[in-house]
């Protein structure tokens, strides 16, 4: 068996053109829109991450703002530049970059936000109105990747209701908000959430319909691991120098998959 490909940069293709038609639609009735972006620090791989932001901005022709402030930036300049966000018209919503700088703690910064402007869904109050909404739609902000995974799924005509799922990763931005959306009523999936002190990892994944990894472990998803025609999700994203020493971004899936599974996402080039 040779898995079928999930292709993200397809369903991106896809995605960008209706939100190009959106944004038009809405510009011609005088909307005011902008999506912002605060950076803090050098942190090469969350530099290349925003650019890609600004660039999805001018592709789909939705105004952009950037915020940088350098390394040794305090808390105090941080808010600072929340603050400023919350308050300006042009700005529709803004994603603060994580991770911040050492030394920074992001929980009060997410925190300042205006919940309505927080395009990640890492606000207290949009998490916990996820935690909250168990059966009716879900109205407020969720985590980007979380929702990416299940788009990327839904635009392949991969159905989740009944699914037996096995979430690799207990980080906010991914693992715990996948499970909280994964098991609303509307997408109904059953959920097993491990992580990497899970005792016998395998013995979950093997169990599981669909394998969504985001551990930031190189490999951590083999073969051995998958059911045969099971979907896997590669989420997790690590920078591994190779044999010239040059650092490259590898996955949590192990080439190996590819030859048991049914559908594979690549990374990149998938849901990540």
């Known amino acids: 068996m040779t898995a079928r490909i999930l292709d993200g940069k397809a369903a991106a293709a896809q995605i960008k053109s209706e939100l190009t038609e959106t944004v038009s639609q809405l510009r011609r009735a005088g909307a005011a829109m902008g999506l912002a972006t605060v950076l803090v620090g050098d942190d090469a791989p969350s530099h290349s991450y925003v650019n890609l932001k600004h660039r999805d901005c001018a592709e789909i022709g939705l105004p952009s703002l950037r915020v940088e402030l350098p390394a040794t930036a305090s808390a105090g300049q941080v808010l600072a530049a929340v603050e400023d966000l919350n308050h300006n018209p042009d700005c529709s919503a803004y994603i603060v970059q994580l991770p911040l700088p050492r030394g920074l703690d992001d929980r009060p910064v997410l925190a300042a936000m205006d919940p309505a402007k927080d395009a990640d869904g890492l606000h207290p109050a949009n998490l916990g109105m996820l935690a909250l909404t168990v059966h009716n739609p879900i109205t407020t902000p969720v985590p980007c990747t979380p929702r990416g995974c299940l788009e990327l799924l839904r635009r392949n005509g991969i ?5 037996n799922v096995c979430v690799i990763g207990r980080g906010t931005t991914v693992g715990r908000s996948l499970g909280l959306l994964l098991t609303h009523k509307q997408v109904n999936a059953t959920v097993t959430l491990c992580h990497t002190g899970t005792r016998d990892l395998a ?3 093997r169990q599981a319909d ?3 990894s985001a ?3 190189p490999g951590i998803v083999t073969a051995g691991m998958v059911a045969p025609g099971a979907v896997v ?3 997790g994203v690590a920078r591994v ?7 490259r971004l590898r996955g949590d899936v192990a080439p190996d998959v590819y030859e048991v599974a049914g559908w594979v996402s690549p990374n990149p080039g998938g849901a990540a």
Not at 159 to 163: A, E, I, Q, T
Not at 241 to 247: H, I, L, Q, S, V
């Open 215 to 217: 551990a930031g472990v």
């Open 210 to 212: 669909l394998i969504i």
């Open 233 to 235: 999700l590669d989420v």
């Open 159 to 163: 159905d989740l209701n009944g699914m």
């Open 203 to 205: 013995a979950h994944t």
């Open 241 to 247: 120098a190779d044999e010239a020493g040059t650092k």
